[in-house]
């Protein structure tokens, strides 16, 4: 019962550097979500996608990327890394019966020197 | 916008202390209301919902009732354990099916002491 997968735990870019954060479910969630944790701020909606091939913006969309080619899998990307994109992320997924709590991975710490 | 207001932490209790941690929310519509946990090094999990005014969400002991009136969902224990610190979030998602976005609170450190 794997749930909400993300990889890596841990990543250590430099400023410019490109990379993708990988999340996959396994519960057949239509709704994903990506959202980041920085200390004193909770946690702000990056983007999110309401079904395969559907993706729109959050709070906090700029320097992020995302797509959703399949059900299971929405990637983040960042394409050119900045020290403000230091931050543990989180990816969510969820029902899209009304009310259904989302289910969260365990978080991607990310640190851009 | 909606917006989620928690107590400022950290918090600190020793074990078998009560624990409030307030929460209050300013949303259109008719929200649904929760209460996360994350525990050093996790995800956030699920602790409680509520889905309606005057409804009680309550799981491990722990307790919030929704106050339309009063735009709250104020998170209770009555006796705290060791296993009980970790940061506890407020989160409402708005009425409509929007399951993708939840507004969240900045978080309550809660420590609780032996």
């Known amino acids: 019962n794997a749930g909400v997968t993300q990889t890596p735990k841990f990543q250590v870019l430099k400023t410019g550097q490109s990379m993708t954060l990988q999340c996959a479910q396994d519960?057949?969630?239509?709704?994903m979500s990506w959202y980041r944790q920085d200390p004193g701020m909770g946690l702000r909606l990056i983007h999110y996608s309401v079904g395969a091939g559907i993706t729109d913006q959050g709070e906090v969309p700029n320097g992020y990327n995302v797509s959703r080619s399949t059900t299971e899998d929405f990637p983040l990307r960042l394409l050119s890394a900045a020290p403000s994109q230091t931050s543990v992320y989180f990816c969510?997924?969820?029902?899209?019966?009304?009310?259904?709590?989302?289910?969260f991975g365990d978080g991607t710490r990310l640190s851009i020197l | 916008g909606d917006s989620v207001t928690q107590m400022e932490g950290p918090v600190t209790l020793s074990e078998e202390a009560f624990l409030t941690i307030n929460c209050t929310y300013t949303?259109?519509?008719?929200?649904?209301l929760f209460w996360y946990v994350q525990y050093p090094g996790e995800g956030l999990q699920l602790l409680l919902k509520?889905?309606?005014?005057?409804d009680k969400g309550s799981n491990k002991g722990f307790e919030a009732t929704y106050r339309k009136e009063t735009t709250s969902f104020h998170l209770e224990k009555g006796s705290v354990q060791v296993s009980d610190s970790a940061v506890y979030f407020c989160?409402?998602?708005?009425?409509?099916?929007?399951?993708?976005?939840?507004?969240f609170g900045k978080g309550t450190l809660l420590t609780v002491n032996p």
């Open positions: 969510a997924s969820s029902s899209d019966r009304d009310n259904q709590p989302q289910h």
């Open positions: 519960m057949n969630h239509e709704y």
């Open positions: 509520a889905t309606k005014a005057d």
């Open positions: 949303a259109t519509g008719y929200p649904s």
């Open positions: 989160a409402l998602m708005n009425s409509g099916g929007s399951n993708y976005k939840l507004t």
